[in-house]
Each structure stands twice: as structure tokens, then as C-alpha cells.
């Protein structure tokens, strides 16, 4: 069974201070880890996929990386509009004919201004 | 904005009762997939539809039932409700057919069972 770990449940930062998140995966078949950002009572808001291993993607202060095993979400001087629980997903070839997402539980950052 | 849209946004509702939540997804996506998020659960897949088929199930109840329209909107319906049904659900869509298809979430139903 597919399973996504992120760590750590909570961050707590100072504006500026640099950091990352860790999403730790299980999966036959990975065909894709998405990353996606939820701010209270609101729906995710998609952030990056990431297919293979090595591959980075990056987007203002965030940047997303892979390897066969996990997936880190560095955060670049951030701001406190950055607070919010980031969410990592994946989807493998073990779900038949399903495009379903296995989520982790998420990380729930602050940024102090 | 995702382009997918939920209706309604809260629903207070009793024991017992049955209600059906509303999703339209993303002009052009024929997937729609539905989630359940609780506080110590997280998100949950609930089931998906392609095409106005259904095309996988997840940590669904039998309570629960769901269909998707030729016009492609799709309805949750949800009976017999009990307290633990109490969560936000969240619809997402996607293009649709592959699995590296990203899925795009709606603003989410937040049902209240007292």
C-alpha cells in the first residue's frame, strides 16, 4: 500500500529564516509526487509534480526536489504570508486504473514576522 | 481560483439526515474525484469518475454514493448521517486518463452533523 510520511507536523520560523520539509514516500511506481499548499478551511492549492528522481522545480521562495525516496520542500527567506500547511502527494502504478492521491498528514509551517 | 466550485460551502445538518454536496470541475476535465478531510485523518479519497463513469472507490461508506452528470458535474450524497461525518470535503478535477495528471481542488463543502 502506497504511504507518504511529511515531517515535521509542525514548523515554526522567523521571517528570513530558511528551512525545508520532508515528504517520505512509499510507492510502487511512482509516477508522480505533487506538492500542494492549504491555508485553514480552504482547499489545497496545487504547487509543483515532480516525476523522477533528481528532478527540481521552483517557484518564487519555494523549491521542490525528489529522490527515489523522498521529496524536500526547501523554503527560501520566507514571509509570513508563507504560513500554511504544506501537503505532499503521490500516485502510483499500484492504484489499477486509478488517478487517485495519497496524501500525507502535511507540515503546518509559521513565519513570525 | 482553481475553476472548480463546490456548493454549498457549509451545511449544518442532524443525525440521520441525507444531503448532497455539488461539485463542477475545470472547464474541460472529465475526471472528478471526491475527498474527505477530517482533523486526524487528513485527506481521504472517497471515489473517482471519468467521463460520467465511475472509475475507483476508496475509504467510502456504503452511506455514501456519488454520481457524475453528462454535463460532468458531480453530486456526493451522503445519508443516514452520523457525528463522525462531520469533515470537509473537498472535490478535485483533473484532465483526465493519466496518472501524472494534476488534480486541481474545489473550496471544499464543510458539513457540520449535530
Known amino acids: 500500500e502506497d504511504q507518504v510520511t511529511q515531517s515535521p507536523e509542525a514548523l515554526r520560523l522567523q521571517e528570513g529564516e530558511s528551512s525545508s520539509l520532508n515528504c517520505s514516500y512509499t510507492?510502487?511506481?511512482?509516477?508522480?509526487l505533487f506538492w500542494y499548499r492549504q491555508d485553514p478551511g480552504k482547499g489545497p492549492e496545487f504547487l509543483f509534480t515532480?516525476?523522477?528522481a533528481g528532478e527540481e522545480k521552483e517557484k518564487e521562495r519555494l523549491k521542490a526536489t525528489l529522490t527515489k525516496k523522498e521529496s524536500f520542500l526547501h523554503i527560501t527567506a520566507p514571509k509570513p504570508e508563507d504560513s500554511a500547511t504544506y501537503l505532499c502527494a503521490v500516485q502510483g502504478l499500484t492504484q489499477g486504473g486509478s488517478e487517485k492521491l495519497v496524501f500525507g498528514k502535511g507540515t503546518k509551517l509559521t513565519v513570525n514576522p | 481560483d482553481s475553476g472548480v466550485t463546490q456548493t454549498p460551502k457549509h451545511l449544518i445538518t442532524a443525525t440521520g439526515q441525507r444531503v448532497t454536496l455539488r461539485c463542477s470541475p475545470r472547464s474541460g476535465d472529465l475526471s472528478v474525484y471526491w475527498y474527505q478531510q477530517s482533523l486526524d485523518q487528513g485527506l481521504q479519497f472517497l471515489i473517482q469518475?471519468?467521463?460520467?463513469?465511475?472509475?475507483a472507490k476508496g475509504n467510502i461508506l456504503e452511506r455514501f454514493s456519488a454520481q457524475q452528470f453528462p454535463d460532468l458535474h458531480s453530486e456526493l450524497n451522503l445519508s443516514s448521517l452520523e457525528l463522525g461525518d462531520s469533515a470537509l470535503y473537498f472535490c478535485?478535477?483533473?484532465?483526465?486518463?493519466?496518472?501524472?495528471?494534476?488534480?486541481?481542488f474545489g473550496p471544499g463543502t464543510r458539513l457540520t452533523v449535530l
Open positions: 469518475y471519468y467521463n460520467g463513469e465511475e472509475r
Open positions: 510507492v510502487s511506481g511512482l509516477r508522480g
Open positions: 478535485a478535477s483533473s484532465v483526465g486518463g493519466s496518472k501524472t495528471d494534476t488534480q486541481y
Open positions: 515532480l516525476y523522477s
